[in-house]
């Protein structure tokens, strides 16, 4: 009979009673450290879950159509950015200059995107000092949490936020402390609270980690939430970490303000951007971070000993990035604007269905109706009766439980059909 | 006046007067963290060193000469694997599979690879469970030793060896027990202490991790060393990470022998292999773990919050290796065989330098005389004054101070000249 022990982190692990009692607090502790890493429902992850047997408590039949995998977007729906390949194809030409560069990237890519991005956040870049290029958005984040704050630190997080930043805290063992955001009673600002943001500094918080545009709710911090969050930063000194991905795509041609062009110690903020959402380019891992030389180089000693370097080959891609052909951006943004409208339009034919109005990004964060199913068995009859796949709610908050994340950068058509699917499955399962 | 402090780790820190003691707290934990990470002298990074003044100490006249850099290997001169780039390409013509694969990496091509390793190294690879595509084989090193030790455990690490390993040990708080390696008075085996590495392991290493061919020497593990590492491993049931990244690039017929073909509990060995070096597919960023389910599925938890996945086109690059055409790695290997030849003989000229001989691998690691400059100060004279790039031994053994690393898959005849150059250098600063 298996053992179990309570252990003082608070979760129960198993005994292994074949084994040495040190190697055996070794087992427990590494698992421990890992458990909190758990990826079952992350996003396109769903392969991995043994078990696809329909759950005895699914009612009815199997509703039709062309499955929709909304837990990331459609790279065949929505195409790569133009000359992405050619530049690629350029930097295996070139060779072992493209092949070897700095860890932090190399340095004409890294002047070329810095000079735009500069024009684009509206403050100066230091494409020597103040750039690294990183293996996806999820790299930046990765070595930007690692470099400020470490065991025992505190760091505020919004929730909901994206699901990764908890899991950075918690594999660095910090302290996370939350930051409520009041998306489902705003539209002109995301809703942050700010007394809790400002608590959290004063609690001993060293850093701010978020999503502006919000992940998953597509909500844009308003310019006086931005200037805000400035202002507490520099009043306790502590370093803000933004993430800045879908800051691109924004809609109804809304304001966007970016918090590096605020008045606030250079030294204390980094700013995440790359191309892999709005510009199709994920298939490369590409990313950025830039801001704070001091952190900036701590991320390039860590990428050393992570990964050495993004895919040298990969950075050339960066050549086109910002660099779009004229007017492909604002196609890109009306297309998804089309999309967003539409599938607002079924989700507000539901009873009992809230969602807030994505301002920008490709996410969008239902909250839907009581139904008899909990909400993980209701992920999973989508799955498995709609062939619908999105994201647990509760992967983003505590207190989302019942919303689901949907990637909406998808076939136009399709992914109406889909939602339609899924309305259809929320009037079976409705309490 | 600048205040440093004394600080309990054992290394000095200046304190920042202007800002508040919690946040110089936190600033001072985090840079100690990051101190230990300097890449400064890490083989790639020269440019980033400031000051490229010839040093007063230097004497005599620049040595003219194609520069050679020694620190990586020339993928201009020994171009990559055939058909990889088509494989690429293929891949981005696939689309959104390819871009968005399992956080461990597409299935069709791990199981492609499964198969070709389990021929290559003699035991059989699951490749649902027991294995993981990371982002080259650095990538695979950080994950797998994440996944092994955490702060507070022992893990044994050879000197010398791979300077990343002490660094990724270091990094996650691990306590090192260095096992020295007599490499200078061995021919037919690698000369592991395995009586230290029993201490080691008596004294509570729950891992050891060492590269085969050991990177910096060349020098192969016996078949009766790996049948002890074994043998080890299993009396006190500890886990062992071995990086085999140059295993394909044997010389003279040499025999080589995988651990994980050993009598081993297979939940305690992985494996760590990529196509970056012999191969030069460095600038796709490729590597594989494979081994320990238990392992494995760490690695692909930390992977999601890393990078998310090694670059989904990029993957597919993975379809040539061990696949390459009839005759391409016995003459990647031959030529190879010429290099480590040639340079061999200008070393074996030098009056007081020793070599060992490299039986597989593309690294030679020569123990240079005494001189009258310090090795760090050669290292740089030999950059400034010859156009000679090498890695300092210290990055591999404190006690390897006079030795330097030089990676030779480089053009023939400008490794042979640069080499001459080094050998008149010697004599220029001969003690």
Same mark, same amino acid.
């Given at each position: ?35 909190? +890493? ?86 100066? =870049? ?70 809790? +943001? ?18 998953? =709710? ?14 507490? $930063? ?10 800045? +991905? ?97 599938? +607002?339009? =079924? ?38 009766? $709609?062939?619908?796949? =999105? ?9 989302? $439980? ?30």
């Amino acid at each position: 009979m298996p053992i179990f022990l309570w252990h003082r982190s608070g979760i129960w692990v198993q005994l292994n009673t074949t084994t040495t009692p040190a190697k055996e607090e070794n087992r427990m502790s590494v698992e421990i450290k890992f458990q909190k +890493l758990a990826t079952d429902n992350a996003p396109g992850q769903e392969v991995r879950q043994k078990s696809s047997d329909l759950d005895a408590r699914f009612i009815g039949e199997p509703l039709t159509g062309r499955p929709v995998d909304f837990s990331h977007g459609d790279v065949d729906a929505h195409a790569p950015a133009p000359a992405s390949f050619e530049a690629f194809s350029a930097g295996v030409s070139k060779g072992g200059t493209q092949a070897y560069t700095e860890y932090r990237g190399d340095r004409e890519i890294r002047e070329a995107v810095g000079t735009r991005l500069a024009a684009f956040t509206g403050a100066p =870049v230091n494409a020597d000092d103040g750039l690294i290029i990183t293996s996806g958005t999820q790299g930046a984040l990765f070595l930007a949490v690692a470099a400020t704050v470490t065991r025992g630190d505190k760091i505020a997080i919004v929730q909901p936020d994206y699901f990764a930043n908890r899991k950075l805290a918690e594999f660095f063992e910090a302290e996370i402390i939350p930051v409520q955001m009041a998306y489902e009673t705003t539209t002109d600002h995301a809703g942050l609270d700010l007394g809790q +943001l400002e608590d959290a500094f004063r609690a001993g918080a060293r850093a701010f980690l978020f999503s502006n545009p919000n992940n998953p =709710v597509g909500a844009i911090y308003s310019a006086d939430e931005i200037s805000q969050i400035a202002t507490l $930063a520099g009043r306790y000194d502590a370093t803000v970490i933004v993430d800045q +991905l879908y800051s691109r795509l924004c809609y109804d041609g809304a304001d966007y303000t970016h918090l590096r062009a605020e008045d606030m110690d250079p030294e204390n903020i980094v700013t995440i951007m790359g191309p892999s959402k709005t510009e199709s380019l994920s298939g490369y891992r590409l990313g950025v971070a830039f801001g704070s030389p001091t952190i900036i180089a701590r991320m390039e000693q860590l990428q050393a000993i992570v990964s050495l370097r993004a895919a040298g080959y990969c950075q050339a891609v960066l050549r086109t990035w910002f660099n779009e052909p004229d007017g492909w951006m604002a196609d890109r943004v009306a297309q998804h604007q089309g999309i967003r409208d539409d599938l +607002l339009t =079924v989700l507000r034919g539901i009873p009992g269905c809230s969602t807030r109005s994505t301002q920008a990004g490709s996410y969008i964060f239902p909250k839907l109706p009581e139904l008899t199913l909990t909400p993980m068995d209701f992920v999973k009859a989508l799955r498995l009766q $709609a062939g619908v796949i =999105v994201t647990p709610g509760t992967e983003f908050s505590p207190y989302s $439980a019942r919303s689901v994340r949907l990637n909406f950068s998808q076939d136009h058509s399709a992914a109406v059909a889909a939602m339609k699917r899924m309305a259809a499955l929320i009037e079976r399962y409705r309490a």
